[in-house]
């Protein structure tokens, strides 16, 4: 791991962490079984065509993990509580500090549903408009009356900030996001933000994290002294962001119910009234330990190591 530094490696990972609760997009494929120290990385993108075109010198390919059992989210008027995310990523390191990023076949996150404090009567109920009423008398069973929220990827992550990474208080990158509601009277098109206007998450460190360095051999058994891989550790650090607006709903109930979700909501919502916090994420960095010495096979080594890995 010698021709990226450690700052560079620390910022990488800071910058991650910070959104692995904020791109989810819900189930995927189950992921493949890992070896030992690989165990984390079981979705990096290691076939991509760019992770195996780096040479080790001019560019490094690395693999990102990062998860986080608990959280929040504040939209309007309505807070909703986040499960398990998993967040995975190849990176593409260069040595003047610039990275590119690879996202998984499935997509860069995985993330348990996220439940609707009092489903759709906590949305839209009670209400003297005939179509809602309607609606609200029907919400006997709690399968009907249940929404889901999932976060979902809207653009590219962008405005990356190296230098932020490693301070607290600091956007480290702006990641546009929609949230998809899900319940069968507001269809399987409910969105709050969309592609075209979507909410604009800037992830800070608000505490800094632990770090701790793991070697180990190609197949993922540790190994301290002649380990062909490296993995940085990062555990407990909290991230959030207050600074983000909010738009209104669109496309529920086939766009008749948009309106009835904003006003109980609060949507749109302006900056600042608005929140998202990350609890004691743990993020993973994993990498040849010495990339230069693979050079200029670096990227088809790591995807070499990473298959000898399975189970």
């Not at 496309?251 to 916090?277: E, H, I, Q, R, Y």
Request: hydrophobic fraction near 35%; aromatic fraction near 6%; charged fraction near 15%.
């Amino acid at each position: 791991m010698r021709s990226v530094s450690n700052r560079t490696r620390v910022g990488l990972l800071a910058a991650f962490t910070a959104f692995s609760a904020l791109l989810s997009t819900g189930s995927a494929t189950a992921a493949t079984q890992l070896n030992g120290d690989w165990a984390p990385f079981d979705r990096c993108p290691v076939d991509a065509p760019a992770m195996l075109a780096a040479d080790g010198i001019n560019t490094i390919a690395t693999c990102i993990a990062s998860s986080s059992a608990t959280g929040t989210i504040t939209l309007g008027k309505t807070k909703v509580s986040t499960g398990d995310t998993d967040l995975q990523l190849g990176v593409i390191q260069r040595p003047d500090g610039t990275a590119s990023l690879v996202a998984p076949p499935e997509g860069a996150l995985t993330a348990d549903p996220a439940e609707i404090p009092g489903g759709l009567i906590g949305l839209m109920c009670p209400s003297g408009i005939p179509l809602v009423s309607g609606i609200c008398r029907q919400l006997t069973d709690n399968n009907l009356n249940r929404v889901t929220a999932t976060i979902e990827p809207a653009g590219a992550p962008r405005d990356f900030h190296m230098s932020a990474a490693f301070s607290t208080g600091e956007p480290i990158l702006t990641i546009p996001v929609r949230i998809h509601l899900k319940n069968p009277f507001l269809g399987d098109k409910c969105y709050i933000g969309t592609t075209s206007d979507p909410v604009l998450l800037k992830p800070q460190n608000v505490t800094a994290p632990s770090l701790s360095l793991q070697r180990f051999s190609a197949d993922g058994t540790p190994n301290d002294d002649e380990g062909e891989m490296g993995r940085y550790t990062f555990d407990g650090a909290d991230q959030g962001d207050a600074t983000f607006a909010v738009p209104g709903a669109s496309g529920c109930g086939a766009g008749l119910l948009d309106w009835a979700v904003n006003l109980k909501t609060g949507l749109p919502s302006a900056a600042g009234k608005n929140s998202v916090t990350l609890d004691a994420t743990t993020t993973y960095f994993g990498s040849p330990y010495d990339p230069v010495g693979l050079a200029p096979n670096e990227g088809r080594k790591l995807s070499e190591f990473w298959h000898s890995a399975k189970r």
